[in-house]
Each structure stands twice: as structure tokens, then as C-alpha cells.
């Protein structure tokens, strides 16, 4: 247990359907980060914040998905009108500003049906 | 355009034996190095990591080599055993840009 935390771990949804996913960093880590990993695949960078400002987006990112962290402690990632693509485990890790290291979460597997 | 290239895709290795998983990179500004294993539903835990300051990193069982000349890095693991078997991912980073690009993954099985 790295003390990246994520919440639900699993996800079942109907394609249309809005879906919102939560992450909590190891406390004092700043620096927050979101990936997306398909079966087979490294996990792919979305989105990282430091602090509450969100400073980078993937191209991957499309115009469904919005991230927060509105105190920067814990952060939200919402998909709007999934669809099957979308199914993937969404995976948080943090960091510490200053260090190199990033601690993954045990991830949310969304499954759009 | 794939930053990371990681092989094998796959690797079968015998209790005991040493396991060996490759990555090249392409781009020159990456000064961090990681591994992560991952077991299946889990996600990725940080194994070992380098700087290219250094051209070999040892933690117990885990050795990361290092090859600045050639764009190089890989990941060996002594005295392999069962719960080894996972999928192994190298990645790389900049100071500057801390957002982590991954190889594709490796999957081992350590055979008793």
C-alpha cells in the first residue's frame, strides 16, 4: 500500500452515462497526477496538477473529461457520456515536489457497456 | 511516436534463473529512470529507479544498468523466483517535465 488512495476500484457503466472517479494523495505530496492504462499497454499520462492549479493535459484528454482538485488535497476525474473507449483502468499517483519518485493508487477499472 | 521501447513483450524464466528486460529511449532531455511492477488489478508499484549520473543501481535482487551513449537501460533480476512473475514497466522522466512516459510492459513468468 503506497498511500495513494482511489476510489470506487471498480466501475460498471452504461455507455451515455456520466461517471466521476477520486483520488487521494499520500499527504503533503503536491504534485498529483492522472494516467489511463488499456489491457496490454503502459499506463498513459492524462492530466497532473500542482497544488489546485492544473497545469497540463494530454491530447488524450478530450473535451468529456474534466479533472479537479479544488483545495489540492484530493482530486476528481469525470467522464461525461462514456463511451466503450473509455473502458480502461484510470490510475492516480503523487509526488512529492522536489523528488522524483511517483506512487501510483490501485487504480479504478471502468467498464462501459 | 513511442518515446520508450521495451522488450521483451513476454519472458519465461526458470526459478532461480536471471531475468533480463530491456528499454531504449529517444529522447536525450529524460534524466529519470524507473521500473514499476504491476500484478494483475493492482497498479504499478516503483521497483528500482536511476539517474543518468550513474551507470548501475543495485537493491537487493534488482539491478538497474545504465548506457548513456547508447540510450539504453535495463532491468535485472537475480535469483528470480515465482512471485516475481508480473508485468514490468520502464519509463522515463524529465526534471522538467515530471509526467512519465512507459514501454509498453513486460510480462515475466517465473516457472518452479
Known amino acids: 500500500d503506497t498511500g495513494v488512495s482511489q476510489d470506487p476500484r471498480h466501475k460498471i457503466t452504461k455507455r451515455g452515462q456520466n461517471v466521476t472517479f477520486r483520488c487521494d494523495p499520500i499527504?503533503?505530496?503536491?504534485?498529483l497526477y492522472w494516467y489511463r492504462q488499456t489491457l496490454g499497454q503502459g499506463p498513459e499520462f492524462l492530466t497532473y496538477?500542482?497544488?489546485?492549479?492544473?497545469?497540463?493535459k494530454s491530447r488524450l484528454l478530450s473535451d468529456r473529461f474534466s479533472a479537479e482538485r479544488p483545495k489540492g488535497s484530493f482530486s476528481t476525474l469525470e467522464i461525461q457520456r462514456t463511451e466503450q473507449g473509455d473502458s480502461a483502468m484510470y490510475l492516480c499517483?503523487?509526488?512529492?515536489?522536489?523528488?522524483?519518485?511517483?506512487?501510483f493508487g490501485p487504480g479504478t477499472r471502468l467498464t462501459v457497456t | 511516436q513511442q518515446q520508450v521501447k521495451q522488450s521483451p513483450q513476454s519472458l519465461i524464466v526458470q526459478k532461480g534463473g536471471i531475468s533480463i528486460i530491456n528499454c531504449a529511449y529517444e529522447?536525450?532531455?529524460?534524466?529519470?529512470f524507473p521500473w514499476y511492477q504491476q500484478f494483475p488489478g493492482k497498479g504499478p508499484a516503483l521497483l528500482i529507479a536511476?539517474?543518468?549520473?550513474?551507470s548501475e543501481k543495485k537493491e537487493g535482487r534488482f539491478t538497474i544498468s545504465f548506457n548513456k551513449s547508447a540510450k539504453q537501460f535495463s532491468l535485472h533480476i537475480m535469483d528470480s523466483q515465482p512471485g516475481d512473475s508480473a508485468t514490468y514497466f520502464c519509463?522515463?522522466?524529465?526534471?522538467?517535465?515530471?509526467?512519465?512516459?512507459f514501454g509498453k510492459g513486460t510480462m515475466l513468468l517465473v516457472s518452479p
Open positions: 519509463a522515463a522522466s524529465t526534471k522538467g517535465y515530471s509526467t512519465l512516459t
Open positions: 496538477f500542482q497544488n489546485e492549479a492544473q497545469l497540463e
Open positions: 499527504s503533503e505530496h503536491n504534485r
Open positions: 499517483a503523487s509526488r512529492l515536489t522536489g523528488s522524483y519518485e511517483q506512487y
Open positions: 529522447n536525450t532531455a529524460f534524466d529519470y
Open positions: 536511476i539517474r543518468p549520473d550513474v
